[in-house]
Nanobody, 115 residues
Framework: QVQLVESGGGLVQPGGSLRLSCAAS????????WSWYRQAPGKERELVAT????????NYADSVKGRFTISRDNGKKTVYLQMNSLKPEDTAVYYC????????WGQGTQVTVSS
């Protein structure tokens, strides 16, 4: 059974940090590039970060560049998103999925940045 489970979200003050995790199961993990996405209330889902399968090359949306870091652990079939210097505009539900070949979406994890 294909499954993505995101975790690690929560309420944090501006300037704080969170580390999100996404555990994949039910399919082969390592051959794929992986991305994090987010969707804020009333907005479309946007691409946040991507990490490739082979070289581990990473790309970020301009809005998070220098603050967020994507990484992966193929042995654990998990992709991570380290988020530092969080801003209120980072508030959203965060999701992970394969880049370019989506599988069923997980439930996401809520990140709320507020004082």
């Amino acid at each position: 059974q294909v499954q993505l489970v995101e975790s690690g979200g929560g309420l944090v003050q501006p300037g704080g940090s969170l580390r999100l995790s996404c555990a994949a199961s039910g399919f082969t993990f390592s051959p794929y590039s992986w991305s994090w996405y987010r969707q804020a209330p009333g907005k479309e889902r946007e691409l946040v970060a991507t990490i490739t399968s082979t070289s581990g090359t990473v790309n970020y949306a301009d809005s998070v560049k220098g603050r967020f870091t994507i990484s992966r652990d193929n042995g654990k079939k998990t992709v991570y998103l380290q988020m530092n210097s969080l801003k209120p505009e980072d508030t959203a539900v965060y999701y992970c999925n394969r880049a370019g070949s989506w599988v069923s979406w997980g439930q996401g994890t809520q990140v709320t940045v507020s004082s």
